[in-house]
T-cell receptor
């Protein structure tokens, strides 16, 4: 059963703590993406990776970090430097960095208090 | 700066009617455009892709048009059903072949029985 998974679905953290969101795909896709969605807003790109061991900053990368050590995995760390971390985080993958459709995971809702 | 605008007001229509959603963009020359459906608390699901040299694309009850002169895409759902109620996102991609998408904020469609 192919797909993209994110865990956990809900995450609560205290301010000042780093937190890592998991994203795994078994679709054999080369490209992976992290987005943030705030209420009433569209998705904003945080980081993306077109190939293992390589990734690029998106439009709102400040306060976030990623790694791409394996093709299947693209974890996102929300650091204490991120000023407004509470949001809905979505991971996606696509066959390649071209016009392919993006497949999204179910999302992680992060709440920082 | 690049801007994508979707109608932020919810669209309410009666079952059986055709729903038409609009996506306008400025300061941008997308190579292609995609439409996604998003249900509350879930990740978006890909619906259709239309390229800059295509005027219209159809899939079952869905139709997308792309007017690069007007810088606008229209998304139509014919014979709408209550199950079509969701938020619909348009996403534009440049010609850099990175797979990066810029998303609009989405329009919520409510189909009443």
């Amino acid at each position: 059963d192919g797909g993209i998974t994110q865990s956990p679905k809900y995450l609560f953290r205290k301010e000042g703590q780093n937190v890592t969101l998991s994203c795994e795909q078994n679709l054999n896709h080369d490209a992976m993406y992290w987005y943030r969605q705030d209420p009433g807003q569209g998705l904003r790109l945080i980081y993306y990776s077109q190939i293992v061991n390589d990734f690029q900053k998106g439009d709102i990368a400040e306060g976030y970090s990623v790694s791409r050590e394996k093709k299947e995995s693209f974890p996102l760390t929300v650091t204490s430097a991120q000023k407004n971390p509470t949001a809905f985080y979505l991971c996606a993958s696509s066959k390649s960095g071209q016009e392919g459709e993006q497949y999204f995971g179910p999302g992680t809702r992060l709440t920082v208090t | 700066s690049q801007k994508i605008e979707q109608n932020s007001e919810a669209l309410n229509i009666q079952e059986g009617k055709t729903a038409t959603l609009t996506c306008n963009y400025t300061n941008y020359s997308p190579a292609y455009l995609q439409w996604y459906r998003q249900d509350p608390g879930r990740g978006p699901v890909f619906l259709l892709l239309i390229r800059e040299n295509e005027k219209e694309k159809r899939k079952e009850r869905l139709k997308v048009t792309f007017d690069t002169t007007l810088k606008q895409s229209l998304f139509h759902i014919t014979a709408s059903q209550p199950a079509d109620s969701a938020t619909y996102l348009c996403a534009l991609a440049g010609s850099s072949n990175t797979g990066k998408l810029i998303f609009g904020q989405g329009t919520t469609l409510q189909v009443k029985p």
